[in-house]
């Protein structure tokens, strides 16, 4: 279904321009090649009808039917996560991929619950993660966030306790952000009201997200900005649905988290050239481009840029574009920013007389 060519010159351009992920769940770069090792260095004992072999992991991935066909085998893999150094391990390698990627600075999602509720301490978790972070600060010049979920098929009141249990990292900013994910129908936003206010009140400067409008419609993107208070939406594909809501997002400037090829995999859509991204444009709706669960949807933050440019074939000015935006969306200090907007300009003037 490729329609324009993505030829040497633009493929570097697109791996050196500066890249904002805002949407990449930590789990879901657990690759089968490290979660079989892992399920081994831990004792964990896979279910009995779950593939033998990272050959055959990969080829179940390529047919998911929906959100929780591919949830089901999510919240497997966390099983073989045990210790703070196996949290340590996967986020490494995404950052380690993120950086060659051309990735600048990252705001990654972690499921607590997943964990928790196995009987692994929240610490274990955060601690792993944070080490990661810092190590992809200090060597690959990355920033990063951390974006603590609540899995939205458990009762609010779990997510309370979980909220609980890491007021400390709310408290000290390492944990940046609040969002909400896993199975979106029959889970709207308003179930969630008390779990947003609470941690507003723990930290005032806390930022909040969810994701909205994937499965569900653009309802529950309305909800999610109303009822939630969230300043920025995950995934938002169907905001589509709403002229006036696509206004309003766009009057707010309320950056929708776009993930391309995990909507293909998860059959939101058949193929990436159907997500309005034109559309988005036009209205001054901002988003970025994000990989979401890249162990497996078959792509990382490179290979999405690289999809949707053989799907519209947008010229150097339009990627700068898209680049900014995702810098104006990050929740990063101003002079982080101006850095960053500076990094993509330089990209764009090298690549100009070439492309
Ligand atoms: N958890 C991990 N990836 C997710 C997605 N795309 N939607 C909802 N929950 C998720
Ligand atoms: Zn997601």
Redesign the pocket.
């Known amino acids: 279904m490729a329609k324009y060519e993505c030829n040497h010159h633009m493929k570097q351009f697109l791996n050196e321009l500066p890249k904002c992920e805002h949407?990449l769940?930590l789990?879901?770069t657990l690759e089968p090649n490290l979660l079989f090792p892992l399920a081994k260095r831990n004792n964990i004992k896979l279910p009995s009808n779950f593939p033998k072999t990272v050959e055959e992991l990969n080829e179940r991935y390529k047919q998911f039917k929906d959100?929780q066909d591919?949830?089901d085998y999510?919240y497997i893999g966390c099983n073989v996560l045990i210790n703070e150094e196996d949290f340590f391990d996967l986020a490494w390698a995404y950052f380690t991929k993120a950086h060659q990627d051309g990735t600048w600075h990252s705001e990654t999602?972690f499921?607590p619950q997943s964990h928790t509720e196995r009987g692994i301490k929240i610490e274990t978790v955060v601690n792993g993660f944070k080490r990661a972070s810092l190590k992809a600060q200090q060597e690959y010049g990355m920033s990063t966030n951390l974006i603590m979920?609540l899995l939205?098929h458990l009762p609010s009141n779990d997510g309370l306790k979980t909220i609980d249990s890491a007021t400390e990292f709310l408290k000290d900013g390492s944990i940046k952000a609040l969002g909400l994910?896993?199975?979106?129908k029959p889970f709207p936003p308003e179930l969630f009201i008390n779990c947003y206010s609470k941690v507003k009140e723990i930290n005032p400067d806390l930022e909040l997200t969810a994701?909205a409008g994937?499965?569900g419609d653009s309802n529950y993107v309305i909800t999610a900005l109303d009822e939630l208070k969230v300043t920025r939406i995950?995934?938002g594909v169907n905001s589509i649905q709403d002229p006036k809501l696509m206004e309003r997002l766009a009057s707010e400037k309320t950056m929708l988290t776009i993930?391309p090829l995990?909507n293909v995999k998860?059959n939101v859509v058949k193929d990436v050239s159907e997500i309005p991204l034109n559309e988005f444009l036009d209205a001054q709706v901002p988003f970025s481009l994000n990989s979401?669960?890249p162990a497996?949807f078959g792509g990382y933050i490179l290979d999405n840029y690289i999809t949707v440019h053989t799907r519209f074939g947008w010229s150097l000015e339009t990627w700068v574009k898209v680049a900014k935006n995702g810098v104006e969306g990050s929740w990063i200090s101003k002079e982080r920013k101006i850095e960053i907007n500076n990094a993509i300009d330089e990209t764009y003037n090298k690549f100009k007389p070439l492309v």
Request: hydrophobic share 20%; net charge negative.
């Open positions: 949407h769940h789990e879901g959100l591919f949830l999510y999602f499921d979920c939205r994910d896993s199975a979106e994701h994937e499965e995950d995934h993930c995990s998860l979401d669960d497996y």
